[in-house]
């Protein structure tokens, strides 16, 4: 079993700037892909943005340029730094890893006033 801890989510104004961190620990001999999802109410869950082991990066058109995805491999982390928010990024933050099949976190929220 793989577990995932999130963490970083919060109240933040509009063009600000949160970081959300997911840790991931249990039965990992190598993670592949990593990534974030969001859920915004009564909306269906999106990608965000992925990571592959060897850094590779995709973002969804609505976040480009402002979020930025990182991974530590050696720390089974992967990170989502996100500058610039806008209202319509309050969401509910879950992370996924790829083991043998994919991993998701317990979410975190975040929201951005106007």
């Known amino acids: 079993q793989v577990q995932l801890v999130e963490s970083g989510g919060g109240l933040v104004q509009a063009g600000g700037s949160l970081r959300l961190s997911c840790a991931a620990s249990g039965s990992i001999f190598s993670i592949n892909t990593m990534g974030w999802y969001r859920q915004a109410p009564g909306k269906q869950r999106e990608l965000v943005t992925v990571i592959t082991r060897g850094g590779s990066t995709n973002y969804a058109d609505s976040v480009k340029g402002r979020f930025t995805i990182s991974r530590d491999n050696a720390k089974n982390t992967v990170y989502l730094q996100m500058n610039s928010l806008k209202p319509e990024d309050t969401a509910v933050y879950y992370c996924?890893?790829?083991?043998?099949?994919?991993?998701w976190g317990q979410g975190t929220q975040v929201t951005v006033s106007s």
């Open positions: 996924y890893v790829t083991v043998t099949r994919p991993y």
